[in-house]
């Protein structure tokens, strides 16, 4: 079982930048893809980012050019480094470990216009 942990998230005016950090406990994430969703207020949850275990990303089209995710299996935490946010980026952001149930509890991030 893995237990994860968000921080990072809080409220910013458009144009500003936010990082999330997803800390792993009760196993190593190094081999797993990891993925960033957002779900809006109304609205279905959505893959945001996704990095595998050798370090390849993949991105959502309203986000590419301005998110990216990382990753440091030595301090088993992946990150979502935000830039460029605007109003419609306000959501709250889980990440996951891929094809799995393992989810952490969520950070709201919050764009102001």
């Known amino acids: 079982q893995v237990q994860l942990v968000e921080s990072g998230g809080g409220l910013v005016q458009a144009g500003g930048s936010l990082r999330l950090s997803c800390a792993a406990s009760?196993?190593?994430?190094?081999?797993?893809?990891m993925r960033w969703y957002r779900q809006a207020p109304g609205k279905q949850r959505e893959v945001v980012a996704t990095?595998?275990?050798?370090?390849?990303?993949n991105y959502a089209d309203s986000v590419k050019g301005r998110f990216t995710i990382s990753r440091d299996n030595a301090k088993n935490t992946v990150y979502l480094q935000m830039s460029s946010l605007k109003p419609e980026d306000t959501a709250v952001y889980y990440c996951n470990v891929a094809y799995t149930n393992w989810w952490g509890q969520g950070a709201q991030v919050t764009v102001s216009s």
């Open positions: 009760g196993s190593s994430l190094s081999m797993y893809a």
């Open positions: 990095i595998n275990s050798g370090g390849s990303t």
